[in-house]
């Protein structure tokens, strides 16, 4: 049998007793190893090299004040950047974010401004499989995007908004 592109061919001798046998043994690997990867850039996070991913810090939402503003377990209250509520879909906004939040937890990601006059901690919003609240929201029709403050994502809130 002739060995293929990848595939290793190596020959053994077997001694039983008096007599000599030949063995040939084929090795086949099923995985082609055709992309050069650089393991070091993966970074999953080692004990090893001691370059572990910090977690993101979990939380649970006891209450939907409105629909920019959530009262998280811990006393803390959160309101969403870059999110204005519209006042003719305030109820189904709040429902969309109970039915979303339901059963998961969150966790934050904050811009350049952590904290807003009124004190209220400035966040984007993520289900912890990793869904971006603040985009549902405008994407759904539920709210409309804050053209008063600076954030990341208001350019990209504003184009999703024009086409929802």
Do not use: W
């Not at 086949?28 to 991913?53: A, E, W």
């Not at 649970?60 to 209250?77: H, I, R, T």
């Not at 603040?134 to 024009?162: C, I, V, W």
């Amino acid at each position: 049998m002739i060995g293929r592109e990848g595939s290793c061919m190596t020959t053994h001798r077997i001694i039983i007793g008096d007599s000599r046998k030949t063995c040939r043994m084929f090795f086949r690997d099923p995985h082609r190893l055709d992309k050069k990867v650089d393991v070091k850039k993966l970074n999953f996070g080692s004990s090893i090299d001691g370059t572990r991913k910090s977690r993101e810090d979990l939380y649970a939402v006891k209450e939907v004040l409105s629909p920019n503003q959530l009262l998280l377990m811990d006393g803390v209250k959160v309101k969403l950047i870059g999110i204005a509520p519209k006042p003719s879909t305030e109820l189904e906004a709040i429902d969309f974010i109970k039915t979303r939040v339901r059963g998961h937890r969150v966790f934050m990601r904050f811009g350049s401004l952590k904290y807003d006059v009124g004190g209220n901690l400035l966040c984007g919003l993520y289900l912890d499989n990793k869904t971006f609240i603040n985009a549902h929201l405008l994407r759904g029709g539920h709210a409309q995007p804050d053209s008063q403050s600076d954030y990341k994502y208001k350019r990209k809130f504003m184009e999703t908004a024009a086409n929802a």
